[in-house]
């Protein structure tokens, strides 16, 4: 089954991989089918705002 994700859900997945995972955010974008900037500005408004469910 295929499944379409949003940006902002790609975004979800994406981040933690970059904030905790310590993954490079180039790489993370491409394999996310997403731009770098797009990852830096969900991770800088995670940061700033962090989703319920995200804490340490």
């Known amino acids: 089954m295929i499944v379409e994700?949003?940006?902002?859900?790609?975004?979800?997945?994406?981040?933690?991989?970059?904030?905790?995972?310590?993954?490079?955010?180039?790489?993370?974008?491409?394999?996310?089918?997403l731009s770098r900037q797009t990852v830096h500005l969900l991770g800088t408004a995670t940061v700033a705002a962090p989703a319920e469910g995200w804490e340490n």
Request: no cysteine; glycine share 14%; proline share 3%.
């Open 5 to 33: 994700l949003s940006v902002m859900e790609q975004g979800y997945q994406a981040v933690p991989l970059v904030i905790h995972d310590g993954e490079s955010v180039v790489e993370v974008a491409r394999g996310f089918g």
